[in-house]
């Protein structure tokens, strides 16, 4: 039987750190607050002009492929996951097939913000199980940096993002005991409009009918994008914390419940888990429902903040990099977010 196994892994962060305190140059916020509800000390913003989510990506993709013990020319499939693309169109894939210097390979871009890499590494999986490629590259990379609102008005959202990137290379396995176990994936689309952004979109939502109605072709087609968005600030994310907090302390631990159940596993078995960097509280309360040690949960969104699609790959590429996974270990990755989305995957490294 052939699984897929995380042959490589590699992490990229800006050397720029900005801490809570630099955020009060800002906003109305203080060091206390972003720490007390998120556990958030700093994160890394991305060089203003010289780093891109691309350029961020490409850098971890190195680290991965090299330890994967191939070449950029060797890999025959992406999926990049992104919530902060550098273009609304094309998507990143493209753009680290021609910065590697890769062959006419397939780029797949994936759109789902927290649970992107998951979701990404699970159709990676499908590929290699089924034989098709060999060797797939799976990014997660963000800018959030370049799109937040650094005034009081989106302090709830700006305090909690960070930059940086992570990917690893998928290659096929048939040991028994190595490789990607299951991966579960869900969604629940009720919820979209609470953590979302909204525009540049071709929603129209926030236009009445008959306003709406008095408009031609031409100058609807300028609504994608309008100075009206600009000036009131419909430009950014939008987030209704509190209410995405309840969600997720319940998907958490139900996503990875349902991996370990499929596999006859049980909370003791995980030797290291992986939630996505939402919340170091979130984080907290998901161990303590699986009454899972300290030993047993790998956090480090004091030093990153949230770096969405980035976040599970950038964790599990620093913890084990610290010894903290070896071969043979459970690994158990889980992540929930807009959409909502929610995925876990379980595997033997
Ligand atoms: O990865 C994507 C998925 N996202 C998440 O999982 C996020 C889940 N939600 C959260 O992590 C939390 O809801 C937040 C950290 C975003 C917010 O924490 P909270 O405890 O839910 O605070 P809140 O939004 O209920 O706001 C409480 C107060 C409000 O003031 P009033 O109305 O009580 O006077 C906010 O205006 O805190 C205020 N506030 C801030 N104060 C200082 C909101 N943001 C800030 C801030 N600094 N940065």
Not at 256 to 284: C, T
Not at 310 to 315: D, L, T
Not at 319 to 340: H, P, Q, R, T, Y
């Amino acid at each position: 039987m052939i699984r897929s196994r995380i042959a490589g892994i590699g992490m990229y962060v800006p050397s720029h750190v900005v801490t809570n305190q630099d955020l009060k140059k800002y906003m109305d916020t203080s060091d206390e607050w972003i720490q007390e509800r998120t556990g958030i000390q700093e994160r890394r913003y991305a060089h203003r002009t010289q780093e891109t989510t691309t350029t961020m990506a490409v850098e971890a993709a190195r680290v991965a492929i090299e330890r994967a013990g191939t070449t950029p020319q060797d890999i025959d499939f992406i999926v990049f996951a992104t919530l902060s693309p550098d273009y609304y169109f094309p998507g990143c894939g493209v753009l680290v097939q021609r910065a590697m210097k890769m062959k006419e390979i397939g780029a797949l871009d994936v759109r789902n913000q927290c649970s992107g890499f998951l979701y990404a590494l699970s159709v990676a999986d499908q590929f290699i199980r089924t034989g098709t490629y060999k060797n797939i590259l799976v990014i997660g990379s963000e800018k959030h940096s370049f799109g937040l609102d650094f005034s009081t008005r989106g302090r709830n959202v700006s305090v909690i993002f960070g930059d940086g990137a992570g990917a690893v290379v998928l290659q096929p396995t048939e040991d028994p005991g190595r490789g990607i176990l299951s991966t579960h994936l869900h969604s629940d689309g009720e919820s979209a409009e609470i953590l979302a952004m909204y525009n540049p979109g071709t929603h129209a939502n926030h236009w009445k009918e008959e306003t709406y109605a008095s408009f031609d072709d031409a100058e609807i087609g300028q609504m994608f994008f309008s100075h009206k968005m600009i000036d009131d600030g419909q430009v950014f994310p939008y987030m209704d914390g509190p209410a995405v907090f309840k969600k997720a302390v319940v998907k958490f631990p139900e996503v990875i419940m349902e991996a370990l159940h499929a596999n006859n596993l049980a909370p003791s078995d995980i030797r290291m888990l992986i939630p996505h960097q939402a919340n170091l509280r979130i984080s907290q309360f998901v161990q303590h429902q699986l009454r899972l040690s300290d030993d047993q949960v790998h956090n480090n969104i004091q030093k990153y903040g949230n770096t969405t699609a980035a976040s599970v790959p950038i964790a599990l590429c620093e913890a084990w990099e610290a010894g903290k996974i070896k071969e043979g270990d459970l690994v158990c990755l889980a992540a929930f977010g807009s959409g909502f989305t929610w995925a876990s995957a379980l595997l033997r490294w």
